[in-house]
């Protein structure tokens, strides 16, 4: 019985210091809240060190669909000066929107599971999923 104390207490001795650097490196970064001002877009760029800027965008948007088509144009703005920016992250109403080639996706976290929410046309616009017939 001794014997598995013993084993148990240098298990527990090791772990400790393993559990303590995962329960800090959790709390290093605080959960990013995306702005749930209605009606306004906005798009979202690194500020430093971790942190992040929300700048508005476009306000008066109708819905999500209308915000992801504002920063689709920004991106395709920013590709048409010549720069490497072909993805672009956003936020409407407590959601995050990420724009990529493929089309907008959501998510309610910065870095969870994207959802596709508007795909790009053959001809360059962005419609819902489904919603353009197939060739």
Known sequence: ???????LAVVASALAPAAALVAALGGCQPRVEAPTTPGVCYAL?????????????AQNQPDIE????????????FMGLGMVKDRVTGAYQGQFLFVRPAGVY??????????????????????????MPGA
């Open 1 to 7: 019985m001794r014997v598995l104390r013993r084993r």
């Open 45 to 57: 760029e690194a500020a430093g060190k971790g942190a992040v800027k929300f700048n508005v965008l």
């Open 66 to 77: 209308h915000c992801g088509a504002q920063l689709d144009m920004m991106r395709l703005r």
């Open 106 to 131: 959501t998510s309610q976290t910065l870095n969870g599971f994207q959802y596709l929410l508007l795909v790009h046309t053959g001809d360059g616009r962005l419609a819902k999923p489904g919603a």
